[in-house]
């Protein structure tokens, strides 16, 4: 199975928004509402911050949005703060029941 | 609160097996709808899922380490565990365990992580 391809990086001022691509087959993010995305801070472990292409799990704020248009789901972060600095990255179930994540991309906030 | 921590030899010679354990707290392994899972993060960047499992025993493996992995789970201890056998030093990584929920369809809920320099 194929890593998921999204951009090394990306940036953004305060208050603007990003989006982040990730983007698989029609074995994997094409064929399934099983996207999620992760977002790391340095020195820690990831945590969820989108489950199901575009839900927010409890104590998530709703700056983070997610979205998927065939093989490729996005992640935007609206009003970006500073505090969003970090790696993200996505997840996809496939279909052979196993999970695929994406190369990860590193949002600077200048 | 389910809580996660990894443990593991930290440093393991090259052509050797690696055994990693995950103890979960604050919940049971066997209350079901959870697959317990490892993934592992190279120096760098990139996460890698390797495999999870289902406390009756079902597993799934990344076909590009299944045949060199097995996962266990062992509900008495309330633990599940990682044998990665062969070690090179592109096992090299830090090792997450992690719980992937059948409803939720993601990672929710993850160890602290442990490091794994396989030497020469």
């Known amino acids: 199975q194929s890593a998921l391809t999204q951009p090394a990086s990306v940036s953004g001022s305060p208050g603007q928004s990003i989006t982040i691509s990730c983007t698989g087959t029609s074995s994997d993010v094409g064929s399934y509402n099983y996207v999620s995305w992760y977002q790391q801070h340095p020195g820690k472990a990831p945590q969820l911050i989108i489950y199901d292409v575009n839900d927010r799990p409890s104590g998530v704020s709703n700056r983070f949005s997610g979205s998927k248009s065939g093989n490729t789901a996005s992640l935007t972060i609206s009003g970006l703060q500073t505090e969003d600095e970090a790696d993200y990255y996505c997840?996809?179930?496939?279909?052979?029941?196993?999970?695929?994540f994406g190369g990860g991309t590193k949002l600077t906030v200048l | 609160q389910v809580q996660l921590q990894e443990s593991g030899p930290g440093l393991v010679k090259a052509s050797q097996t690696l055994t990693l354990t995950c103890t979960v707290s604050g919940g049971s392994i066997s209350s079901g709808g959870y697959y317990w899972t490892w993934i592992r993060q190279h120096p760098g960047k990139d996460l890698e899922w390797i495999a999870y499992i289902h406390y009756t025993g079902n597993t799934y493996y990344n076909p590009s380490l299944k045949s060199r992995i097995y996962i266990l789970v062992d509900t008495s201890k309330n633990q599940f565990s990682l044998k990665l056998t062969s070690v090179t030093a592109a096992d090299t990584a830090v090792y997450y365990c992690?719980?992937?929920?059948?409803?939720?369809?993601?990672?929710?809920?993850w160890g602290q992580g442990t490091m794994v320099t396989v030497s020469s």
């Open positions: 992690a719980r992937f929920g059948e409803v939720l369809s993601a990672f929710d809920i």
């Open positions: 997840s996809s179930y496939t279909n052979s029941a196993t999970l695929v």
